[in-house]
């Protein structure tokens, strides 16, 4: 045997972990604490009790889970036989589910209470499907996991190497369906290290609260990043602005992150009323959040914070970090900052062929290189001759440019774009004016059929205030030079909530649906207009 057989395994990672911070936290969940020597020893006999079962090295578990430790129990432990982990997405119904499960085919499926209604469904339509219960409920005479993991038979564990497939991240399907994308153990420890360089350190004093759901990158990448250096992960299954507060002061969390929409519910709940000043360092990822926000975050909440940008298909290593230092102290506001650690990144003609990179200040495609590439799309053998070009880069399908000084700055996405009176116009662009008036909660912005212009510009605002009309937003986006005049909207629905995806993303594909069903409440302040 080698010295590095195994080193770069999740099963390795966790191994050294537990051995050497035996006596730390290592999960945390309201009043339930789980040391990192009970880590070991749980994953352990869970992974025998998998065993017991039949499933082995590249067998398939699906977990419909919220987060929580007896999840992150049962995942850890899947990656200790070798087994390929893949979390759900909560919010998709049983056929979204159950066709996914046609190209998966997992063999065992952990659930919660909460999902016993949809696991039940999903058993019925696949009869080999294994149900595994964390929670007490008994209605589908599933196998409890505290039965599962009653006892360690003492075997050891298969050879497991770098390059075996580990997880399947699925994407979050703003683009259409989600992608299930294979990472091996060596593209997840990547993403692992690419953690240390993106929250400046991580030592094993560290409490990183997880407010995601486990489908979400960030709950394998970050949680995943903490416990690899011993540092401790406090889990929230629910998003609960007061409660996300309250853990921060009782805990003494010194890190976390959570996407803009989830922080301007934490500036509402006020957190002026919290001791907040363990937080060493928050961040912001999956949104562009407008440099007023973050000015507000920085003053209420922690003076350091960061932001990330990345994707499934690299863990979220592909992509970019930027820290406040460099938004304050170089006028940095809006960007995404520069490559991460491993990672390279180039901004070109859309489209395909070779990459010819773009001069500072155009707008183009993004492509990156990782070292933390999906090995593939389960059930898609093209995919990679699709997004990767000739010459080595993975097409993002995102828009965006480089300035002089090397940060990044997002245009919304290739697809995303509205072909207006003969002119292309991102939507992100405009949310990202609207959302800054102080009436607007939430703003959303896509094209409509039209014949005159081809596509309209169509705004859907959720607001603050009942009086808040398109008239106003329509002054607001033309004022002070905030957006030209063929770039604002020429219809405004007032909408008491916008269409999410599984994962909690803006569905840009329901907006049109949403925009015909509330066609009576569309402002017509103004509907045409150059």
């Known amino acids: 045997m080698r010295p590095d057989e195994g080193a770069l395994t999740i099963r390795g990672a966790l191994d050294r972990a537990c051995r050497w911070f035996a006596g730390n936290t290592a999960l945390a969940q309201d009043a339930r604490r789980v040391s990192y020597a009970e880590l070991g020893a749980r994953t352990r006999s869970i992974a025998a009790g998998y ?19 007896d999840h992150a ?21 049983a056929d979204a589910q159950s066709r996914l499960f046609e190209r998966l085919e997992p063999r065992v499926l952990v659930y919660d209470d909460e999902r016993a209604e949809l696991a039940a469904a999903l ?25 599962l993991g009653g006892r360690d038979d003492g075997e050891e564990a298969g050879p497991l190497h770098e390059d075996d497939p580990a997880i399947i991240q699925l994407s979050s399907g703003s683009t259409g369906v989600p992608k299930a994308l294979v990472h091996s153990h060596r593209s997840v420890l990547e993403s692992w290290s690419g953690g240390l360089y993106m929250w400046s350190g991580i030592s094993p004093h560290d409490r990183f609260l997880n407010g995601f759901a486990p489908s979400f990158v960030v709950w394998l990448v970050h949680a995943g990043a903490f416990l690899a250096q011993g540092g401790g992960v406090w889990l929230q299954s629910k998003w609960d602005p007061a409660a996300f507060l309250g853990a921060v002061q009782e805990s003494g969390i010194t890190c976390t992150a959570l996407t803009p929409t989830q922080w301007r519910t934490v500036l509402a709940a006020g957190p002026e ?7 060493r360092l928050a961040a912001y990822l999956g949104e562009k959040l407008e440099p007023a926000g973050l000015r507000e975050l920085m003053r209420r909440v922690c003076p350091q914070f960061s932001s990330f940008y990345g994707m499934s298909e690299c863990l979220g290593l592909g992509g970019c970090v ?7 102290g170089q006028d940095k506001w809006g960007s995404v900052g520069r490559p991460s650690l491993n990672s390279d990144l180039r901004v070109v003609e859309a489209g395909d062929g070779p990459v010819v990179e773009k001069p500072a200040g155009e707008i183009g495609e993004i492509v990156v290189r990782a070292a933390s590439f999906a090995q ?10 699709r997004v990767v070009t000739p010459d080595g880069w993975y097409r993002t399908g995102d828009r965006g440019w480089v300035d002089p000084d090397g940060f990044v700055y997002l245009q919304g ?22 959302g800054t008036h102080p009436g607007v909660a939430a703003v959303a912005v896509f094209g409509a059929d039209d014949e005159r212009w081809g596509q309209r510009i169509v705004a859907l605002v959720v607001s603050r205030e009942a009086s808040l009309t398109g008239a106003e937003l329509e002054q607001w986006c033309r004022g ?10 020429k219809q405004w629905c007032f909408v008491e909530a916008l269409p999410l995806t599984g994962v909690g993303k803006l569905d840009r594909k329901a907006l049109a649906v949403l925009a015909t069903a509330c066609a009576g409440r569309i402002d017509t302040d103004r509907t045409e207009r150059p």
């Open 73 to 93: 129990l049962a995942y850890y432990a899947s990656h200790r036989l070798g087994a390929i982990a893949v979390n759900l997405h909560l919010r998709e119904p």
């Open 123 to 147: 058993t019925s339509r696949h009869p080999g499907l294994v149900p595994v219960r964390t929670g007490g409920s008994d209605a589908l005479g599933s196998i409890p996991l505290a039965e």
């Open 322 to 328: 930027v820290r406040g230092s460099e938004i304050v």
């Open 413 to 434: 996405r290739v697809d995303n774009q509205i072909a207006t009176g003969g002119i292309k116009v991102a939507p992100e662009e405009i949310e990202q004016v609207i």
């Open 273 to 279: 009323a919290y001791e907040l000043r363990s937080l």
């Open 51 to 69: 065993r017991r079962l039949g499933l082995g090295k590249g067998d398939r578990i699906a977990f419909l889970c919220a987060a929580s430790i």
């Open 480 to 489: 002070g030079e905030r957006l030209a005049a063929y770039k604002c909207p």
């Open 376 to 385: 593939c799309n389960w059930g898609d053998p093209d995919w990679q001759r």
